[in-house]
């Protein structure tokens, strides 16, 4: 129901609402000023001390004064019904946009990027964190302007009971990875947040997304986003780079302030500009008609008439010599010319009059000298040897071929990450290790054991796959030597989990339904295909069952 008057405002229409209040347009009685009222929820009035840290938050509020800060008038209670009055913005929230729109170009999200900057900037020199920057608290005016909303009012919503019962006070694809991990915020976070936004404006995605809040704040603390770049590619990389340092997990990674953040947005206009004017100084030519000057478009730019005068001449001298003379003429040429010269020689010394022999004697030294120089040995003396005569040289380079793909097995599985991309090029068996080697840096190395016995048994005996055979079967025993060495503590490595399951059986005798289901149905979200708490997650899903809840389901 649409109340008609609060405080000394007389309610036009409802504008919005959300789980911290509704919003309303209205009008005050004697002056006429049109504003929008947001009026709290009740629940949030009865929290211990609630009205205190409203009243402090929203004078602080109201201190600030920022073209880019949708301006807090006042704030009072009517009847028991806390509210606050603010400027009125006639606009279309970024998350609208985007909804509408999808992508927005680069130099638009920086433009916005620049002035959300200075609205933050405003705020943490007042001592004010936002904590819940996103695209639905950003309003874009008819002038191209940026407001933002709510400013501070999430950090007066975090009272004592709701700091308490989840500690997470943010929306789930913007907060920040310390919010997500319920740690103090401060105003890095904020710069988390607007690398988020911008991450979405500019992809028309956000940094993480998934089926429950709950998998996009694991995200957000553990996992890795894709580079703004691997689906916009003509983004500035100078740009790509200023987001991922947005996002970074690690706070102290990130730009110090919104002030840096904002130098830094604004150099990169600067750089693309710049570059592109020398890519047409390096590319660029006099017309046919030798009547403009392509590398820019101000004759004062290069000197004045008397220097367009210069060059008008120096083209009219050119155009008379002879097409072969204006070819040699050129300073790009020559260097070009000379560059082919150098590498010709250079090809033709390390090719010509080299023996099969002498091949082989730079591939064992090359092998000699250490693995940092194993690849190379392979790839340009032992492997073209094996290609131009295998008969003669399989039984002398095989050896070292093998025990080089074995090193770089082994240093793949244990030490690298490996690109999407690169996955997709491999072959089943590189695939099945790379699941083996996933599952083993998560913590799960039975399972990481599992896969890898069972792809050597298959391996076994195919000569195709000789060499990646002897990597697994050496895999799996430093696998199973560290799994030897480490079953004394494997007990307390699993201790959450056995906790958590006693923590929810627990609230159950007391009667706590909702407590003890909530940690359950985490437990099962955490651990469900981890095969060291199998137990405890069945254990979990089999009250579950019990008590008619739903719960997850992985599709086996």
């Known amino acids: 129901m649409i109340p008609e008057k609060v405080g000394p405002y007389i309610i036009e229409r409802k504008i919005g609402s959300g789980g911290m ?16 009222v947001k009026i709290l929820p009740a629940s949030l009035a009865r929290e211990d001390g609630f009205v205190l840290r409203f009243t402090r938050e929203i004078e602080a509020m109201r201190k600030l004064k920022n073209p880019h800060v949708v301006e807090v008038y006042e704030s009072g209670i009517d009847d028991e019904t806390y509210y606050y ?10 998350s609208k ?22 609205a933050l900037k405003a705020a943490h020199d007042a001592g004010i964190v936002h904590r819940d920057l996103k695209p639905s608290n950003l309003l874009i005016t008819k002038d191209d302007q940026i407001k933002l909303l709510d400013f501070g009012v999430a950090q007066v919503f975090a009272s004592t009971k709701l700091t308490k019962t989840g500690g997470i006070i943010g929306t789930a694809e913007y907060m920040s990875s310390e919010q997500a991990q319920g740690r103090r915020t401060t105003k890095k976070s904020d710069i988390y947040s607007l690398g988020a936004v911008m991450y979405a404006l500019l992809t028309g995605r956000p940094p993480y997304s998934g089926k429950t809040s709950m998998e996009v704040i694991q995200k957000h603390k553990f996992g890795q986003f894709d580079a703004p770049r691997l689906f916009v590619p003509e983004i500035p990389h ?17 730009f110090p302030d919104a002030y840096v953040l904002s130098r830094r947005l604004k150099e990169i206009v600067k750089k693309v500009e710049l570059s592109r004017q020398e890519k047409t100084a390096a590319s660029g030519t006099f017309d046919g008609t030798a009547e403009t000057i392509v590398a820019g478009d101000d004759p004062n730019a290069v000197g004045g008439t008397l220097m367009r005068d210069l060059v008008r001449a120096e083209i009219e001298c050119a155009q008379s010599k002879p097409l072969v003379s204006q070819f040699l003429d050129n300073t790009f040429v020559l260097i070009a010319m000379l560059i082919l010269l150098i590498l010709g020689g250079v090809w033709w010394f390390n090719s010509a009059d080299i023996t099969p022999e002498q091949k082989y004697e730079k591939g064992v030294a090359l092998y000699q ?17 094996l290609r131009e005569d295998p008969e003669t040289w399989a039984s002398k380079v095989d050896d070292m071929l093998m025990e080089i793909e074995v090193h770089e097995l082994e240093k793949d599985f244990n030490l690298k990450n490996i690109s999407s991309k690169r996955l997709q090029k491999m072959s089943d068996a590189h695939r099945f290790l790379h699941l083996a080697r996933s599952y083993y840096n ?19 005996g195919q000569e195709k796959y000789k060499a990646l055979h002897i990597a697994i079967q050496k895999i799996l025993s430093n696998l199973k030597a560290a799994s030897h060495s480490s079953k004394k503590g494997e007990q307390d490595n699993f201790s959450l989990a056995k906790s958590s399951l006693q923590q929810a059986e627990k609230y159950l005798k007391e009667k706590q339904k909702e407590r003890a289901a909530s940690i359950l149905l985490s437990l099962i979200t955490l651990y469900d295909g981890d095969s060291q708490t199998a137990k405890e ?3 979990a899903k089999k009250i579950l069952d019990q008590l008619k809840i739903t719960y997850p389901r992985k599709n086996r």
């Open 238 to 254: 100078w740009l790509d780079e200023v987001v991922c340092k947005c996002l970074e997990k690690d706070p102290d990674k990130r």
């Open 369 to 385: 000298k250490g693995k940092l120089y194993w690849p190379q040995a392979r790839d340009e003396y032992l492997l073209p040897l």
């Open 537 to 539: 997650v069945e254990k």
């Open 85 to 94: 009055a603010m400027e009125y913005v006639d606009g279309i929230t970024l």
């Open 97 to 118: 946009w985007i909804r509408e729109n999808g992508r927005m170009h680069w130099k638009d999200v920086i433009n916005y990027s620049v002035q959300i900057c200075s």
């Open 21 to 36: 209040g509704t919003v309303y347009l209205g009008r005050h009685a004697e002056t006429g000023k049109i504003v929008a």
């Open 442 to 460: 998560m913590g799960d190395p039975i399972t990481a054991e599992r896969i890898l016995l069972n792809l050597s048994t298959i391996l076994d």
